[in-house]
């Protein structure tokens, strides 16, 4: 038997006592294990770095014990009976990390507890002592208290294995509960923090979503859900999802005005969409769970990209979203890829394969040499579910996909093998989708979105944004992003495809003037630019590392940086079925 408990005593000083007690033991020494990395976060945090003042005892008395690797305490045995205790120092507010203070704790179990070497499949016991007057919540199955959530007070919950465990965050303090049923199972929303949000409109809007969600895939696979609703500052960011939960950290005033809020609801519909793809259909290697180094993949754009094509879409099916503030969003994403030199050079799923050690460690040339699976992912669904639907006469489309990837690749069975898509098109759709995905899955080929997108009956109108008056030419480039640095004006990115990277411009350059003439900021920049024509050569007056530079660049031809996706009104009715199809909504023409 495997128990631990989880107290707060030291929360002010943001650490978390952990106490693991094991019994029926049978060897000369155990290990016990703190993790590296959490599932759906793919880069080794090394955890154990937050672990202080370790010891263990049996029967009251010290034992010996050693650290023997990183994350690994080797501990003697006296007897069939052990107990450790530790802290776990927890100041990084995140979803996926610990964090404790006087006013909750939000605990990744990955993050806190150790598990039992050799024993990661055996059922485990957690007692939570919470400061008088904090609720526990977690998506575990309490022991203590009537079901489905204890009230306020200590309580005890059961993991059927270590895995379990991992899937289930905690959250504990004097948090709000709004709740809500779908198909008579519980659902809630546990609030930490204040903002500008609106309880009501939080609920109607996150029901909205499991209804639409659920009606995709055909049925909830879960008899409660809880959502984690962690309200931080400005720069608060990120979910994690989890077998019958999620933990969402937003700013606090992110729910107004209504650019704002879309963000908030696509984050709740991109990590509720992971209860069915990622933590029931997976990748192979993708659980049960090393937790001790990288498990490595090629189909995260199928696990991250696929969830965010219909992160939107699904949106716009339960009409959150309408369909032309769909194709805004799905402009700007086309957009953002097309900017991205890296695409030329990193595929889908090399950039799947290699996220422990680029997606989640970007620099200044990570623009050039890399691609974001989730973005392109999507946008490579996107194309897919339209090629399915055009080819087969909007019979079939990649929703039928994902319902038979559901079906044949269930949980507790093997994961998906990297050709599982392919394979699938096949027997969906009757199609052959190995040249597709040899260009623009396992290959860099250029995705032709117009091309694609027709099949909608849908036209892309590239523009020039920064043009003030028409008629106006668009301003030459440098081929440089730009960022403002404690009231410095600096070079983020030099684009390896621009005039500044064969120029000599270089990350962190701080811009001093254009041809003698003073840059201030953003738009001055830009105002100097309108007065160039592409082909003409300017002189840069930059600082590096304190050293003052004169730099000649040559202005390149200026790229389109506005996209819009308009709906033809003159389309076939094989076009205007499939929009209808494909979006569901009464406004697609």
């Known amino acids: 038997m495997i128990r631990y408990k989880l107290s707060l005593a030291a929360r002010v000083q943001h650490l978390v006592d952990v106490d693991i007690h094991l019994t029926d033991l049978s060897t000369d020494a155990v290990d016990l294990v703190m993790p590296a990395w959490t599932p759906g976060s793919y880069l080794l945090r090394e955890y154990a770095r ?13 034992v010996s014990w050693s650290k023997v690797e990183k994350g690994r305490w080797r501990i003697a045995v006296q007897g069939r009976s052990l107990s450790v205790h530790y802290q776990v120092y927890a100041n990084e507010l995140s979803v996926r990390t610990s964090h404790a203070d006087a006013t909750h704790a939000h605990l990744m179990p990955a993050a806190t507890c150790m598990y039992l070497e050799g024993a990661k499949d055996e059922r ?89 969600e659920r009606d995709f895939w055909g049925g909830l696979p879960y008899d409660d859900y809880t959502f984690f609703l962690l309200l931080g500052g400005k720069t608060a960011s990120g979910g994690l999802e989890h077998r019958n939960s999620t933990s969402l950290f937003v700013p606090r005033f992110i729910f107004r005005p209504a650019k704002n809020y879309e963000r908030y609801l696509s984050l709740v519909s991109h990590e509720f969409f992971h209860t069915w793809n990622v933590k029931r259909l997976r990748a192979a290697g993708l659980g049960p769970f090393d937790y001790t180094q990288e498990t490595y993949t090629p189909l995260l754009w199928a696990m991250e990209g696929v969830t965010e094509y219909y992160t939107d879409l699904l949106l716009c099916r339960a009409g959150l979203f309408s369909s032309q503030r769909y194709l805004e969003r799905l402009a700007d994403d086309i957009l953002m ?70 079906e044949q690749y269930p949980l507790g069975g093997p994961g998906m093998p990297p050709d599982a898509y392919q394979q699938a098109i096949q027997q969906v759709a009757g199609i052959d989708a190995s040249d597709f995905f040899d260009r623009y899955i396992n290959g860099t080929d250029e995705v032709p979105f117009s091309e694609y997108l027709a099949a909608a009956g849908i036209v892309l109108e590239w523009s020039f944004k920064d043009r003030q008056h028409d008629g106006d030419e668009p301003r030459p480039t440098l081929g440089i992003r730009i960022r403002s640095d404690n009231g410095q004006f600096k070079v983020a990115n030099v684009l390896s495809d621009g005039p500044a990277a064969r120029s000599g411009l270089a990350a962190e350059d701080e811009l001093i003037a254009l041809d003698d003439f003073r840059i201030a900021d953003e738009g ?66």
Not at 125 to 135: F, L, Y
Not at 173 to 187: E, N, Q, S
Not at 355 to 362: L, T
């Open 337 to 406: 890829q097309q900017a991205t030199p890296g695409r030329q050079l990193q595929s889908l799923s090399c950039s799947s394969f290699d996220s422990w050690i680029k997606f989640y460690r970007p620099d200044e040339n990570t623009v050039n040499t890399g691609i974001s699976y989730y973005l392109k992912g999507a946008l490579v669904a996107l194309v897919l579910d339209l090629d399915i639907r055009q080819r087969t006469n909007n019979v079939h489309s990649l929703d039928h996909v994902m319902s038979y990837l559901y």
């Open 50 to 62: 937050h672990v202080q003042n370790f010891r263990a005892e049996a029967h009251g008395q010290p």
């Open 124 to 212: 485990v016991q957690i007692d939570v002592e919470p400061p008088v007057g904090w609720t526990v919540a977690t998506g575990l199955p309490c022991l203590s208290a009537g079901e489905p959530w204890p009230g306020p007070g200590a309580a005890t919950f059961m993991a059927e294995s270590y895995d379990q465990l991992v899937d289930s965050p905690f959250e504990i303090g004097t948090h709000r509960t709004l709740a809500f049923a779908v198909d008579g199972r519980p659902h809630r929303i546990v609030v930490w923090g204040r903002g500008n949000e609106d309880d009501q409109r939080l609920v109607a809007d996150t029901q909205r979503i499991v209804e639409a």
């Open 524 to 589: 001055t920049l830009y105002e100097r630019l309108r007065d160039r024509q592409p082909g003409e050569t300017v002189t840069m007056t930059v600082f590096r590392r304190e050293m003052l530079m004169r730099i000649a660049v040559t202005l390149g031809t200026p790229q389109h940086d506005g996209l819009k996706l308009v709906l033809r009104p003159d389309v076939t009715e094989a076009q205007r079925a499939l929009r209808a199809d494909w979006l569901r909504q009464h406004d697609t023409g």
